[in-house]
């Protein structure tokens, strides 16, 4: 079976006929958005003031490109309220029905679905190079993977995840630059996901701003070298607690790898997975949970199986339930992903990120009554009574 497809032609011209812009309350033949409460206070709020000083640069008005371009992704190749709200990132913010923006690298987009048949359309916002911005959205995508091809194939082997596949269609793994996913993961320690998002704002707002698209700010991600400037007392008095000295050393410790850090980071793609766990858990704050975390996430890792409470309740139910009751533990947590590659492949961490999904609170409205008897992710709490929620990075 051939998963990979060749990267489809997009239309370089911004000129041609644009589809009108979605209405107010889109159809129902779209997958319903998130509403729960969390989300909305992540969106509604505008971060605080940074206590660092951002870097310097001329807040120009964003260029608008006029149109919006369809990327040739139905939305069963890519749900957008499946794949951005789910813990993958915590930088991409919902500007709209069905509409999130982000910035990768120098470039500020934003995608949607369209309102009539569901297909994804984006809309450059703000560049240096518009066909630079197309490939680096492409490439953020993982458009080299069929969605459509390896659930047919985790689906053939798994009754139950051919029904939630049915519901939950084009929930994708993103492809991360891994210097960004490792520091919001760093953040996403032990943390809830309004707090993580308000860290991850701040570390953002250290970048060249961009623009605003419908009240959020955006930042292209700092440098490490920006990183660099931040101390670990200016990052605790900004809220991060104990966080702020894993970033600091992280940092630090990415700043002495040959060749730099960025080059290290997107070096271990090339190597095998126990390498680059390996490798990553060598840096100040990063466990092997984090490490799969960020394997997967930007480093190819597509097998990387991020194991936490949730994760386990998962596996003891569906995949190894003579291990119920049992206290997890590091030896338990490769037994659990080993499992899961056992069962889905060299694809396992993207059908798990499917399996996670599906137990999430929010998707009570898009899952059928059948699958009332789920036993939902229950938020964890923190000392200070936050709740912890999201996929993985629970250190």
Not at 147 to 166: K, N, P
Not at 172 to 191: A, H, K, T, Y
Not at 311 to 335: D, F, H, M, N
Request: aromatic fraction near 8%; glycine fraction near 6%; hydrophobic fraction near 40%.
């Amino acid at each position: 079976m051939k998963r990979p497809r060749p990267r489809p032609k997009i239309p370089l011209s911004t000129t041609a006929k644009s589809p009108p812009p979605p209405p107010p309350t889109p159809p129902q033949t779209l997958l319903k958005p998130h509403n729960s409460k969390t989300t909305i206070q992540i969106c509604s709020k505008k971060p605080k003031k940074p206590i660092l000083k951002a870097a310097t640069t001329t807040r120009k008005t964003a260029t608008h490109i006029a149109n919006w371009v369809p990327l040739d992704l139905i939305q069963s190749e890519l749900s957008l309220p499946l794949t951005f709200p789910t813990g993958q990132t915590f930088r991409w913010k919902q500007t709209g029905a069905f509409q999130y923006t982000g910035t990768l690298g120098p470039h500020l987009i934003s995608l949607k679905h369209h309102h009539e048949n569901g297909d994804v359309y984006y809309h450059i916002h703000r560049t240096p190079s518009e066909s630079a911005a197309k490939l680096a959205l492409l490439d953020f995508l993982n458009i080299d993977i069929s969605l459509t091809d390896i659930w047919a194939e985790f689906s053939a082997s798994d009754s139950r995840f051919a029904e939630l596949a049915l519901h939950l269609k084009g929930a994708r793994v993103l492809r991360q630059d891994p210097l960004e996913c490792m520091i919001q993961f760093l953040c996403s320690s032990n943390n809830n996901i309004a707090r993580i998002t308000k860290m991850v704002d701040f570390i953002s707002s250290l970048g060249e701003y961009l623009g605003n698209v419908e009240g959020f700010e955006f930042h292209e991600f700092p440098s490490l070298e920006r990183l660099a400037m931040a101390t670990e007392q200016e990052l605790r008095e900004a809220g991060f607690g104990y966080r702020a000295k894993y970033i600091t050393g992280t940092v630090d410790a990415l700043q002495l790898k040959p060749g730099g850090g960025a080059e290290w980071l997107a070096s271990l793609r090339k190597l095998d997975l126990q390498v680059v766990i390996d490798a990553l858990c060598t840096l100040p704050g990063v466990g092997p949970k984090v490490a799969a975390c960020i394997a997967l996430f930007s480093l190819d890792q597509h097998h990387a199986i991020p194991v936490d409470t949730h994760v386990w309740q998962i596996a003891i139910r569906y995949l190894l339930p003579e291990l119920a009751g049992a206290r997890l533990t590091p030896k338990l947590c490769s037994q659990v992903a080993d499992a899961f590659v056992r069962k889905y492949g060299k694809y396992a961490g993207w059908a798990q990120t499917l399996l996670f999904i599906a137990e999430l609170p929010a998707q009570k409205t898009i899952l059928p009554s059948q699958f009332g008897n789920i036993r939902e992710i229950k938020p964890a709490i923190e000392k200070d009574g936050e709740a912890d929620i999201g996929n993985c990075g629970y250190k």
